[in-house]
């Protein structure tokens, strides 16, 4: 952290907050107040240059036509590059997980060049993946099952320097063409201070214990260090959900993750 007070950014919210994912950045502030530290949310907007030096970097989902645009200004700004170059934690939401990457074909099939701080490439996947979304965590520091709703044509390939956020258990995730024949399916992607994922939720809503992870980045101490912050309705919306996609089978028959749900 920069400043005495846990600065995150928004970024550019009237292109890329699809499903309310722009809420992402108030669960950070709420999270973080309520365990005494100073935070605030910063709104950058497409005709803002986007800071380098914010604490935590919000990005949700778009359409393709807001998603293009969102992709040409972020190139265009050396902001984001900046500020993964300094390791400040970066959240990518679907159309920004697929920006995030060195390219993406939108459904139209116009290649669109990404911002290649991830290691992935999105092309079409045919039919769209709508839907509950559970995974698996697969990054050290996340234990709990990931939640959300996903809804997108797109499917992601990770290359060899970005690893997956998590093991599908139920829904699409990734869905590159080439997982398709594959038993195991991933969700999201992870490189670096960045992670990207298909969730939306909001994302951060549905699993706390992703916004307590970023936090603890970004203040720089171990997630475990941070005071336990209980909400119960978030607790039942989190059982609501994922009995909703019969996850609770899986959980039954050994699948580690919420086993304290
Ligand atoms: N436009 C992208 C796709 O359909 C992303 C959608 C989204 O962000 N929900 O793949």
């Known amino acids: 952290m920069t400043e005495s007070k846990l600065r995150i950014g928004v970024i550019y919210p009237e292109v890329l907050g699809t499903y309310g994912d722009t809420g992402n950045g108030d669960v950070l502030r709420e999270r973080a107040q309520r365990r005494g530290i100073d935070a605030e949310t910063l709104m950058v907007s497409l005709s803002d240059h986007i800071p380098a030096d914010l604490d935590i970097y919000v990005l949700g989902g778009g359409e393709d036509t807001a998603q293009a645009l969102a992709a040409g200004r972020m190139r265009g700004d ?23 990457g060195r390219s993406y074909t939108d459904a139209e099939g116009r290649e669109v060049e990404g911002l290649g701080l991830l290691d992935v490439v999105t092309m079409p996947r045919g039919s769209r993946a709508i839907g509950e979304l559970v995974a698996a965590p697969l990054i050290p520091g996340l234990s709990e099952l990931l939640t959300g709703f996903e809804n997108h044509g797109g499917g992601t390939s990770l290359g060899a320097d970005a690893q997956p956020l998590g093991r599908v258990l139920s829904g699409v995730g990734n869905g590159a063409l080439s997982e398709q024949d594959d038993e195991v399916h991933y969700e999201g992607a992870v490189q670096g ?3 990207g994922t298909y969730l939306h939720g909001p994302a951060l809503v549905r699993n706390p214990q992703l916004a307590d992870f970023l936090i603890a980045a970004a203040i720089g101490v171990d997630p475990a260090e941070l005071p336990v912050l209980e909400v119960p309705f978030v607790q039942r919306l989190r059982r609501e959900r994922l009995l909703a996609t019969g996850v609770e089978r899986l959980l039954a028959t050994g699948v580690e993750g919420d086993s304290n749900e």
Request: hydrophobic fraction near 60%; include cysteine; charged fraction near 10%.
């Open 78 to 100: 050396r902001g984001l590059f900046r500020a993964a170059g300094s390791a400040r934690p970066i959240l990518a939401i679907c159309a920004s997980l697929q920006v995030l």
């Open 193 to 195: 201070s960045i992670i």
